[in-house]
């Protein structure tokens, strides 16, 4: 038996029936990983670190302590959640030294379910961008084609499930930084509702937008995952107290009801067209299912973009601004005048704009630039007080399609994945690829991609299903009445 | 205190100020609020700003701010949410303050100011609003090349208080924050210590100056470093001074120039202009992401206002109205604290001779308590025993002079003395026997004579000779003569030496 | 967006750039609100702005201070330190 090939929800139960031990499993993992270091998946993996978590929770097994729902599983984790005394650097030189004196509450929950924490996967920047080439460690290279990018910004997490170096992980999604490395590496990835899963220790890109979430082969195992991760937090004033639903009894279930929204929007200009076929396929088989197909329009979605890159970087411009030199962090060790200009300035400043010269890459001082100006005095009503507002009817247009539909079906990105280097030199081009998804972000709401085909060059291509705010059960349980008629999900990379 | 007498023009200040709230622990996050702690002993990931952290609003410092803006008759607008005020500074470590731009949570509102001896005050000074958001931490400036940041101060809650340019004068600016301090302490919100920076003031002032072609303003400043009630009053008329000169020498009004900021250095006694921000000020105020709004129903205001009690002002009140004490007492009573005034109310409680009562705690008791540097409320002579005290000289069981020895003893003797005991081992008893009395002034008067004669050639107005007739009877009684029968009697005397004349 | 402005929003937003850097930035920026200027299009009058991620309100926490963080882990990350605090390039009031 091959233990990498394993979903997590065979994983935990061959744990707990002692048909492997979770030191064998980690080694397994570790030792795949080893193998496939030139994808750059990881920017942090301490072998040991992990091999003692393992063998922690083989030790409480053999004395018949409690274990949690996931002891043994290994998680790999996005290098933007905080955990405690581990390096956590956002794929940034800003913060190359940091560690954080604590974990992130999604840590807390999977370390107290037996969980072992695996690597820190690569991303970029700061979670900006659609690629993971924005990383200072280089770019993740997707496991299906080394020639391609993985998807981004939550590459790395994508990667590490698809090229099974790990069997599920945790990754953000600001504008689609799950949905969409989840489709172009042919796994499973859900955004859930936004305030579902507690943001505390998770290092803010745009705080409104942000939510975490798992990657996984298959929905049981994203159930698995969500019931752990998901829940109100004390430390996270926009958390949901809702209590969190036994999502894995609840995905065998049909959903109540099965009326599914094509929106007419997302398969316009611009779609691949086996990217729509695929979707079109997919669509066929809720058909069969018994689905009620309807077409569904939401306007204001192709504003969805325009909106999102005026909310997202003016919450970025402040969320960022703390990286300065001063409290952690980069510092520049020169920062006399570099011109004229600055030769007025106080020391004190130049410290600060040349530590943040050297710590950021360039999406991310184009974003700080970009959110710096949209809220600067003189045109913060002409672009952010603008943007709030389109936001609102981005979400009033979701709303008036849950009336009349339980989810909504489309393409989670318009093509299969890029080629390195490709949209590099065009911001525009980048942002673009994020069209399906970053409308859910700015209304709340959750969304999910899996896999529903595979291009002709063998790429993995995913659907996207999107239902209103806590909705996750009839989601998962929509996805996995797909999942049960189709062999998408247990598609492999060949490496 | 004054400048030239009648300068001609008109001092316009208002005040913004910042109180730090009581609670327990940080307005965002879960550590304490103490003040003089070793640096950066009192600080966790959410105040230090680290990446990942959220806030977390403390519902106490909501309630708190809430309930000052309810003492104060603000407009509690239904909606009120939280906004970032973007700055680069070391002592603010998220380089954002979490506070309160263009909804508030309290509009309007006033404070009036009573009246003092010198007529200062004695007028409402209108609140423009009334906010809630975090403080910042403390740059230690070391050695030339470097500063050290000290991050304990950093969130802990703070409330701004602004007024409206309703002030006229240094004096009222001072008993405005005094007030505002008095009040602030009745409602338990803030100890208002301006030494510890838990009270701090800001001012803006400017001159309508009266000219032949009509009234010229002056342009405004923002004198900031105020950290002492006194330091308010000589920094306000310093800078009135400096800016009536400077207009003479300049001619600039406020439409000619900017506002400034200037800080205001003690020991020198002068503002002085603070260097220019390198970029002009932009905070880029946004909604704050991490914390949701705030709804405050009519419920919840009512709830609160049923918790304030009565306030200073209401508390003068009731002592000119209940007790028949003139506006002065009641202020000195009042403004003293809540301490002082609660030590009356107990007194009054158990005896009706208020005025007595009013004038011993205002003097013995207030006087004892500052010279010992302890509280009224741990003056060790109990409102019970000062009370009873009172009563015996009501009655007319001891005099004044003999009443203040028996306290002195009382404080002397300290808890569990017994007032009984010592006026009797102290012989305190006044004598009303008319007997000895009568003697002892017809012996005052005998070897008195030239007194006698200034009386009778009315060389002295009577009253003083016979004030100082009086004190001699006093004397030779040993201070326990009754002193209302030493006057009667030494009238009805007089009269018959007069009458016989 | 022009050189110059391009500068004076680096300035505020503490970012150091080069000629290069900022001719670029004003190209690519000039682009990227060109795109969003699109938005305009749109009729919002009346329409409430939408600021954050859910709808709750009230959200507040018990006042109870726990112990602090130790100082040693306080200043575990800073740049440059001394034994009680962060030292940064002195500023003068």
């Known amino acids: ?495 | 205190m004054s400048t030239s007498a009648n300068p001609p023009y008109t001092m316009i200040v208002g005040l913004e100020v910042h109180v730090q709230l009581l609670t327990e622990s940080k307005m965002f996050s879960w550590t304490g609020t103490e003040f003089g702690l070793a640096p950066n002993t009192l600080c966790d990931p959410v105040n230090l700003g680290m990446p990942g952290t959220l806030p977390v609003m403390n519902g106490k410092a909501f309630n708190m701010a809430l309930k000052t803006a309810i003492a104060c008759g603000c407009t509690i607008p239904r909606y009120t949410k939280w906004d970032r005020k973007n700055y680069f500074y070391p002592d603010l470590p998220k380089k954002y303050q979490i506070s309160q731009y263009d909804l508030p949570f309290s509009l309007g509102g006033s404070l009036p100011i009573p009246a003092d001896k010198e007529g200062n005050g004695g007028k409402t000074i209108r609140l423009t609003r009334i906010h809630l958001e975090e403080d910042t931490g403390k740059m230690v400036h070391t050695s030339g090349q470097e500063s050290e940041v000290d991050l304990n101060r950093a969130g802990t809650p703070l409330m701004e208080i602004v007024s409206e340019p309703d002030i006229r004068s240094a004096a009222d600016a001072r008993l405005c924050l005094e007030e505002l301090r008095l009040t602030l302490r009745y409602l338990g919100v803030s100890d208002c210590e301006m030494q510890e920076g838990s009270l701090r003031c800001d001012a803006n002032v400017n001159l309508h100056i009266d000219t032949p072609a009509g009234k010229v303003a002056t342009p405004i400043v923002e004198i900031k470093n105020l950290n002492s009630f006194r330091s308010v009053e000589r920094a306000l008329l310093y800078e009135a001074d400096r800016q009536y000169k400077k207009w003479k020498e300049d001619g600039l009004t406020i439409s000619d120039a900017p506002k400034e900021t200037r800080g205001w250095s003690d020991p020198d006694g002068i503002t002085k202009l603070q260097r220019e921000k390198e970029t002009a000020a932009d905070y880029r105020y946004f909604p704050e992401p991490d914390l949701l709004p705030v709804v405050v129903d009519e419920e919840w205001v009512e709830r609160l206002r049923a918790e304030i009690g009565e306030l200073p002002r209401e508390r003068r009140q009731r002592f000119e109205s209940t007790f028949g004490l003139s506006p002065y007492d009641a202020n000195v009573l009042v403004e003293q604290g809540k301490d002082v005034a609660d030590y009356f109310d107990a007194v009054v409680a158990l005896t009706d001779q208020y005025k007595m009562a009013s004038n011993w705690v205002q003097q013995e008791v207030l006087r004892t308590a500052n010279a010992d540097g302890i509280s009224v409320a741990d003056f060790p002579v109990k409102p019970a025993m000062l009370a009873n005290l009172i009563a015996r000289v009501g009655r007319g069981e001891l005099n004044n002079q003999q009443g203040r020895e028996v306290l002195g003893k009382l404080i002397e003797t300290g808890a569990g003395a017994d007032i009984d005991q010592i006026i009797e081992a102290g012989g305190f008893k006044m004598v009303s026997d008319e007997g000895p009395i009568r003697e002892a002034i017809q012996a005052a008067l005998a070897s008195n004579p030239k007194a006698m004669e200034d009386l009778k050639t009315g060389k002295k107005k009577p009253d003083a000779v016979k004030g100082f007739l009086r004190g001699q009877v006093m004397k030779a009684t040993g201070g326990k003569a009754n002193p209302a029968l030493v006057g009667q009697l030494m009238d009805s005397i007089l009269a018959e030496l007069e009458g016989g004349a | 967006m022009t050189t110059d402005e391009v500068a004076k929003v680096a300035l505020l937003a503490r970012l150091r750039l080069n000629d290069q850097e900022r001719e670029r930035y004003a190209e690519q920026l000039s682009l990227i609100l060109e795109f969003i200027a699109q938005l305009g299009e749109l009729d919002t009058e009346g329409v409430e702005p939408l600021a954050h991620g859910v709808d709750r309100t009230n959200v507040f926490r018990e006042d109870k201070a726990y112990p602090a963080l130790e100082r040693e882990l306080a200043l575990m990350n800073a740049p440059k330190r001394s034994a009680e605090g962060f030292l940064v390039p002195a500023v003068l009031d």
């Open chain 1, 1 to 495: 038996m091959q233990l990498t090939n394993l979903t997590a929800t065979e994983v935990v139960a061959g744990i707990s029936a002692r048909k492997f031990n979770a030191e064998e499993v980690a080694k397994a993992f570790l030792d795949r990983t080893a193998k496939l270091k030139n994808l750059n998946i990881y920017v942090h993996l301490d072998d040991e670190v992990v091999l003692n978590q393992a063998r922690d929770v083989d030790r409480r097994l053999a004395a018949g302590e409690a274990v949690g729902p996931l002891a043994g599983l290994p998680v790999a984790i996005k290098d933007l959640l905080c955990v405690q005394g581990e390096p956590t650097t956002c794929g940034s030189k800003m913060l190359a030294n940091f560690r954080p004196p604590y974990n992130a509450t999604v840590i807390e929950k999977l370390k107290a379910a037996g969980a072992v924490l695996y690597g820190k996967a690569n991303m970029d920047e700061f979670a900006m961008g659609s690629s993971t080439e924005n990383s200072c460690y280089g770019p993740t290279l997707n496991p299906w084609d080394p020639a391609r990018i993985p998807g981004g910004s939550s590459g790395g997490s994508a990667a590490a499930v698809a090229a099974m170096t790990a069997p599920v992980s945790l990754g953000s999604d600001t504008g689609g930084s799950i949905r969409q490395p989840a489709a172009l590496c042919g796994v499973v990835g859900l955004k859930p509702t936004y305030g579902r899963v507690s943001r505390y220790g998770l290092i803010a890109f745009a705080s409104s937008l942000d939510q975490i979430g798992p990657f996984t082969w298959n929905v049981p195992d994203m159930a698995l995952m969500m019931e752990a991760i998901s829940g109100g937090d004390p430390k996270d004033a926009t958390s949901l107290p809702d209590a969190v639903p036994a999502y894995s009894q609840e995905i065998e279930k049909r959903p109540e009801r099965l009326r599914i929204g094509v929106v007419k929007e997302f398969f316009g200009e611009g779609l691949d067209n086996e990217v729509a076929v695929a979707v079109h396929n997919a669509i066929e088989v809720y058909r069969k299912l018994g689905a009620e197909i309807k077409e569904v329009s939401l306007p204001h979605s192709k504003y969805g973009i325009a909106a999102y890159y005026i909310v997202a970087p003016a919450e970025a411009s402040s969320n960022l601004a703390r990286y300065d030199g001063t409290l952690f962090g980069h510092r520049a060790k020169d920062f006399s005048p570099a011109d004229e200009a600055e030769k007025d300035l106080p020391a004190l400043v130049r410290m600060m704009m040349a530590t943040r010269a050297e710590g950021f890459g360039a999406e991310v001082k184009r974003r700080i630039m970009l959110g710096t100006y949209a809220l600067s005095a003189g045109y913060a009503d002409q672009y952010y007080n603008k943007a709030l507002k389109v936001r609102r009817l981005i979400r009033n247009d979701f709303e008036t399609a849950f009336k009349d539909v339980d989810f909504l079906i489309g393409p989670t990105t318009p093509t299969p994945a890029f080629k390195l280097g490709e949209k590099a030199a065009n911001p525009l081009a980048m942002y673009l690829s994020d069209i399906y998804t970053i409308t859910t972000n700015l209304a709340g709401i959750p969304g999910l991609s899996m896999p529903c085909g595979l291009s002709s060059e063998g790429l993995p291509i995913g659907m996207q299903l999107v239902g209103p705010a806590m909705s996750e059960t009839a989601l998962l349980q929509a996805a996995r009445l797909f999942e049960r008629e189709t062999d998408w999900h247990t598609k492999r990379p060949n490496i």
